[in-house]
Every structure is written in structure tokens, then in C-alpha cells.
């Protein structure tokens, strides 16, 4: 097993990063590290994905109780860890998570989507379509991987903040799932993102609603020049 818990200590996970020389992988994967968990960042080629886990882990060298980095192809990465980020591009989206899942490689893992479906055109950015309106990225890749558990988080987070020197981020992390299970691995995680647990959004398609309001988000940065998230109100955290 890659992940270990305690009563008196919060688990830690072993997470391989799919798109991780990308921004939003690469800084999703810094802030896992960061609190603790071990992070794989993946690539179709190892050696760009060593660059970037050096990057990292440069960064991490004087964060006491920081997780390890590395390098590693999508498949080493996937084989490496039990919790698997998808933080990938849409486009070529199926194609992709169907490779991943060939022979069984995602079976039994949890698979955390955060891709954004999105397209852009002189009105700014919008949410693509999927599915005729029922469904999402993380329905697709539920769809493409029934042996995975898979949910939908971190969609709204910017990559410039994960990657920026604030030690938590001011905002709130959504989890979308049909596993409670599932669930609470990204809600585990999201605490290493924003000081906190992630917020348990409900079921799987409601992905259809968090996916394409990065978009809304998108805007407001464009308008404020700033790099906006999600707060929500009302709970005890």
C-alpha cells in the first residue's frame, strides 16, 4: 500500500500526476508534496517529466515534513501510486484515459479528475458541451475506467496560486463523487491546498456544473486581474 494512516495522524498518499509538467499538474503535485504525500509526476516522456519533479524538488528542500518527487512515464507513474490525478488538457481527453486504463492499470485505484472542459472564442471562455448537457470529463473517464473509483476535484484552483508562496490557499476545494470512499481521499488532500478539508459536493454528475464554471472564473481573472476561487460559507471550517 501507498497510503498509511493513524488515528492521531491524517493519511498519506503516494499520487501519480498525469499531466504533471503542465501547470496545473505541476502545481497540484507541489502542493502535495509539500504536506506530506509522495507525488509521481507522469509524462509520455520520462526525461521531461524528471525536469520538472527536479523543479520541485528544489522547492520542497527546505519544507521540513515534505513528501518526495519524481519523474517517471504515465505508466511507471500510474504503476508507482494508488491515487491517480488526471490533469490533463480535454482535447484528446478519451483517447488518453483509455490508454492509461489499458490492462487493467487503474483498476482499484482512485482516480481524481480536474479537467476542465472549456473553449474559447472572441466572447472569452465557455464550457464545451459534453454529452448533449448530461455529461462531464469525470463522467467520461468513470465511464472509460469502471474498475476505478473515480471523482471530480481541484477544477477551479489556478495554477499560478498552487505554484505561488502562500502556504494554504484561501479558497475551497469541491469533491464530486459517486464513492465516499473515493471522496474522501481527494477531501484528504485538498487539505494540502488550502489548509482544510475538501467540501463533499455530492454525486459524480454534478461535475457538469463545477467543470465549466472555471470558465466563470476565467473571466473574473480577466476583469480583476486577479486569480480568483471558490469560498464556500457556512460550514464549521
Same mark, same amino acid.
Not at 93 to 118: Q, R
Not at 122 to 127: C, F, N, P, Q
Not at 190 to 209: E, I
Given at each position: 500500500?501507498?497510503?498509511?494512516?493513524?488515528? @492521531?495522524?491524517?493519511?498519506?498518499?503516494? !499520487?501519480?500526476?498525469?499531466?504533471?509538467?503542465?501547470?496545473?499538474?505541476?502545481?497540484?503535485?507541489?502542493?502535495?508534496?509539500?504536506?506530506?504525500? #509522495?507525488?509521481? =509526476?507522469?509524462?509520455?516522456?520520462?526525461?521531461?517529466?524528471?525536469?520538472?519533479?527536479?523543479?520541485? /524538488?528544489?522547492?520542497?528542500?527546505?519544507?521540513?515534513?515534505?513528501?518526495?518527487?519524481?519523474?517517471?512515464?504515465?505508466? #511507471? @507513474?500510474?504503476?508507482?501510486?494508488?491515487?491517480? =490525478? =488526471?490533469? !490533463?488538457?480535454? #482535447? &484528446?481527453?478519451? +483517447?488518453?484515459?483509455?490508454?492509461?486504463?489499458?490492462?487493467?492499470? =487503474?483498476? &482499484?485505484?482512485?482516480?481524481?479528475?480536474?479537467? *476542465?472542459?472549456?473553449?474559447?472564442?472572441?466572447?472569452?471562455?465557455?464550457?464545451?458541451?459534453? *454529452?448533449?448537457? +448530461?455529461?462531464?470529463?469525470?463522467? /467520461?473517464?468513470?465511464?472509460?475506467?469502471?474498475?476505478?473509483?473515480?471523482?471530480? @476535484?481541484?477544477? *477551479?484552483?489556478?495554477?499560478?496560486?498552487?505554484? &505561488?508562496?502562500?502556504?494554504?490557499?484561501? +479558497? #475551497?476545494?469541491? !469533491?464530486?463523487?459517486?464513492?465516499?470512499?473515493?471522496?474522501?481521499?481527494?477531501?484528504?488532500?485538498?487539505?494540502?491546498?488550502?489548509?482544510?478539508?475538501?467540501?463533499?459536493?455530492?454525486?459524480?454528475?454534478?461535475?457538469?456544473?463545477?467543470?465549466?464554471?472555471?470558465?466563470?472564473?476565467?473571466?473574473? *481573472?480577466?476583469?480583476?486581474?486577479?486569480?480568483?476561487?471558490?469560498?464556500?460559507? &457556512?460550514?464549521?471550517?
Amino acid at each position: 500500500m501507498t497510503s498509511e494512516t493513524t488515528p @492521531a495522524t491524517p493519511a498519506r498518499y503516494t !499520487v501519480a500526476v498525469i499531466g504533471g509538467t503542465g501547470p496545473q499538474g505541476k502545481g497540484l503535485g507541489y502542493r502535495f508534496a509539500r504536506h506530506g504525500h #509522495d507525488i509521481v =509526476l507522469g509524462s509520455r516522456a520520462a526525461e521531461k517529466a524528471e525536469a520538472v519533479a527536479a523543479e520541485v /524538488s528544489e522547492r520542497l528542500g527546505s519544507v521540513d515534513g515534505a513528501g518526495s518527487a519524481r519523474g517517471a512515464t504515465n505508466a #511507471d @507513474a500510474i504503476a508507482a501510486a494508488d491515487v491517480v =490525478l =488526471l490533469a !490533463v488538457p480535454y #482535447d &484528446g481527453h478519451d +483517447e488518453l484515459v483509455a490508454s492509461l486504463a489499458a490492462d487493467g492499470a =487503474l483498476d &482499484g485505484k482512485t482516480v481524481i479528475s480536474c479537467v *476542465n472542459p472549456l473553449a474559447f472564442d472572441k466572447r472569452g471562455a465557455h464550457g464545451r458541451v459534453i *454529452n448533449g448537457g +448530461e455529461g462531464s470529463a469525470a463522467e /467520461s473517464a468513470a465511464e472509460l475506467v469502471p474498475g476505478a473509483t473515480v471523482v471530480g @476535484a481541484f477544477h *477551479n484552483v489556478a495554477a499560478p496560486s498552487l505554484w &505561488g508562496d502562500d502556504e494554504f490557499l484561501d +479558497e #475551497d476545494v469541491i !469533491v464530486v463523487g459517486d464513492s465516499v470512499e473515493g471522496k474522501q481521499v481527494a477531501i484528504d488532500l485538498a487539505a494540502s491546498v488550502t489548509g482544510r478539508p475538501g467540501v463533499d459536493g455530492g454525486k459524480l454528475r454534478l461535475a457538469r456544473v463545477l467543470e465549466p464554471f472555471t470558465a466563470v472564473l476565467i473571466s473574473i *481573472n480577466r476583469k480583476y486581474k486577479t486569480h480568483s476561487g471558490l469560498r464556500i460559507t &457556512g460550514l464549521d471550517h
